[in-house]
């Protein structure tokens, strides 16, 4: 017997974003935060995820401006870096965890290869959208550069997936980026990911043409 599902793909996705918006309230969300946080509970087919998602004042408006600069985007790791979409962006992101210094380095001071990729990052910090979406340690450490001076990135998404240091990570984001002067985006909890990570960018990128729902 043959199954019967929807193959159009436009149908498919007005279909998911007409459910997100009668499974999840909204209400306290603007236009651009709405579209943000419905591509969150998309990726990862959760719809209680929109309660935890976090927005600091301006952070939509300082991601969508900086993408549309053509900034330099950072990520943590390749997966984060793949799910971006190509085609709405100038030049390729950037993600350093195989980079030839970065395992030497991990190894000669003990840390994970996401904190030692993290010293490629000071070149392009300054006026940077940074994607952390695996590594609970990379936003720790992001945390402390910045407290230690290093440029400030335009924004950072902040969605580390996991049980050791996740959650801890994203409500240290959280509780610190104000006095750090921080636009963020970040999923509170242990939920959180690549993918998410990504669609969160994706979404950002959207806003930029049009691309509502």
């Given amino acids: ?3 019967e599902y929807e193959i159009d793909p436009v149908r498919i ?3 998911s974003f007409r ?18 946080a419905m591509r969150i509970v998309h990726s990862l087919g959760m719809p209680q995820l929109a309660g935890q998602v976090r927005f600091s004042d301006q952070a939509c408006q300082a991601g969508i401006d900086a993408l549309k600069g ?15 979409t190509k085609r709405m962006i100038e030049r390729a992101p950037l993600c350093f965890l195989n980079h030839e210094n970065t395992a ?6 003990g840390e994970t290869r996401s904190m030692a990729a993290l010293e490629q990052w000071r070149p392009y910090l300054k006026n940077s959208v940074v994607l952390i979406g695996n590594a609970p340690t990379a936003l720790f450490r992001l945390l402390e550069m910045l407290q230690q001076g290093a440029d400030k990135p335009a924004l950072v998404v902040g969605m580390p997936v996991g049980f050791v240091g996740a959650a801890e990570s994203k409500a240290a984001l959280w509780a610190e980026h104000q006095r750090l002067g921080l636009e ?6 242990r939920e959180g990911g690549s993918a998410v990570t990504a669609a969160t960018c994706n979404a950002l990128l959207r806003c930029i043409r049009g691309e509502y729902y």
């Fill in 19 to 36: 459910q997100i918006r009668a499974l999840c309230d909204l209400s306290c969300f603007s236009h651009e935060e709405a579209q943000v």
């Fill in 70 to 84: 053509g900034c330099d985007i950072l990520c943590d790791v390749e997966m984060v870096k793949q799910g971006v």
């Fill in 13 to 15: 996705e007005q279909e």
């Fill in 1 to 3: 017997m043959p199954f």
């Fill in 184 to 189: 963020c985006i970040t999923l509170l909890g």
């Fill in 104 to 109: 030497c380095r991990a190894k000669s001071l």
